[in-house]
């Protein structure tokens, strides 16, 4: 009787110890949850201060060393990398990220109505860079135009230079053939010649 006592106490004490321990675990893992977490909140901060100091360099750079660290990215850091992409003129990826916290936050987040209106200008920007891009694809180019070739009306056959021969470079060597654009002449008329600019004159066309 004695003995089947101490032998209850002694399991009861292995097993409220086994159980104390694994809590202890679990605690332990909960702090250092807890702790990252507020380790990520205060980076965060300081991005948000960074911004404030119009410091968007180191903003990034920060943002940037947040994003290596956490599994996955908190609403309010998308927020911030949409807002300092904003005066980073990095249009489309601000419109991106805002757009992520509007996503995730709807109307009624912290930033909601500063990414609301921060995103509208900043789509502004983007169709603004679009036009440009549209504006300079638009360049002068010669093969828009008619080019006139002179009074003698023909040109050195560009593709030949006037040889009448084209060199190939093969594995086997030089090869040389017949130019297919000027038909042993050497040249072409002015016609022929705005229409290979145009990339319009095809081997046999004439
Ligand atoms: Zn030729």
């Known amino acids: 009787m004695k003995w089947s006592m101490w032998i209850l106490a002694l399991l009861i004490t292995v097993g409220v110890h086994a159980q104390t321990q694994q809590d202890k675990i679990r605690e332990a893992e909960m702090q250092r949850q807890a702790n990252r977490q507020m380790q990520t909140d205060?980076?965060?901060?300081?991005?948000?201060?960074?911004?404030?100091?119009?410091?968007?360099?180191?903003?990034?750079?920060?943002?940037i060393s947040i994003l290596k660290t956490v599994r996955s990215v908190p609403s309010d850091l998308t927020f911030y990398l949409g807002k300092n992409s904003y005066y980073l003129a990095k249009y489309k990826q601000s419109v991106d990220w805002l757009n992520k916290y509007i996503q995730l936050k709807g109307t009624a987040g912290q930033f909601s109505q500063e990414a609301i209106d921060l995103k509208a200008k900043a789509e502004v920007e983007l169709l603004k860079e679009k036009q440009v891009e549209v504006q300079q694809a638009a360049q002068l180019l010669s093969k828009d135009f008619e080019i006139d070739c002179g009074p003698t009306g023909k040109v050195v056959c560009p593709v030949c230079n006037g040889?009448?021969?084209?060199?190939?470079?093969?594995?086997?060597?030089?090869?040389?053939?017949?130019?297919?654009?000027?038909?042993?002449?050497?040249?072409?008329?002015?016609?022929?010649?705005?229409?290979?600019?145009?990339?319009?004159?095809t081997v046999g066309s004439r």
């Open 42 to 63: 205060r980076q965060i901060d300081s991005v948000a201060l960074l911004i404030n100091q119009q410091n968007y360099a180191a903003a990034e750079a920060k943002i």
């Open 163 to 201: 040889s009448t021969v084209v060199i190939k470079k093969t594995y086997l060597g030089e090869t040389y053939k017949t130019c297919a654009y000027c038909n042993h002449t050497g040249a072409l008329t002015c016609e022929e010649y705005n229409k290979l600019l145009k990339g319009q004159l």
